[in-house]
């Protein structure tokens, strides 16, 4: 059994048979109590996780918080990073266009701390391969976002509507 407690840039891991998780349950809220107080002071946020791993390795993400974390996402064992990411970029909390840091900061709340070239190296692909698109913000930063063609695929209802106005118009032009 496995119990992770994540708080701003802190984590603790326990492993352990179930009596050594229940003495090392009794000792969470005293670090909790002190990280907190000195992150209130910061004015960061807590964030707890417990997790368990199944039998089918998936692994299930609480949903966002003020857009610190992405929504719930289902991810299993064999799912490569680039998986991972487009997972994400597909949720709600990827609709807005995110910067490469954001990216790289969701996967760590999923329990992935890669390095910043490995995340760069994966959105690029991911971008040369057309799943993504690159373009930069009004602060000159690039951001990801899924391209339109995409977007347009997950909402087939707006693309009819729009293709049934450009009739409308066509026929009163006429």
């Known amino acids: 059994m496995r119990l992770r407690v994540k708080f ?4 603790i891991e326990f492993e352990g048979t179930l ?5 090392a349950i009794d000792l969470i809220p005293r670090i909790v109590d002190i990280e907190k107080e000195i992150k209130t002071a910061e004015g960061e946020e807590l964030a707890i996780e417990g997790k368990a791993m199944g039998s089918a390795g998936q692994v299930e993400k609480p949903t966002e918080q003020a857009g610190v974390f992405p929504p719930t996402v289902q991810i299993s064992k064999e ?30 709340a999923f329990g ?35 391209p339109i063609s995409a977007i347009v695929d997950q909402n087939p209802l707006q693309l009819d509507a729009n293709e049934i106005n450009k009739s409308n118009l066509s026929k009163g032009d006429a």
């Open 79 to 108: 799912d490569s990073i680039a998986d991972i990411v487009m997972k994400i970029i597909n949720s709600p909390w990827g609709k807005v266009p995110r910067r490469l840091d954001e990216v790289k900061k969701a996967l760590e």
């Open 112 to 146: 992935f701390p890669l390095p910043r070239s490995t995340v760069a190296v994966t959105l690029l692909r991911l971008t040369k391969s057309g799943k993504l698109r690159r373009f930069k913000d009004d602060a000159g930063e690039f951001v990801y976002s899924l």
């Open 8 to 11: 701003g840039h802190a984590e």
């Open 19 to 23: 009596d050594e998780m229940l003495s």
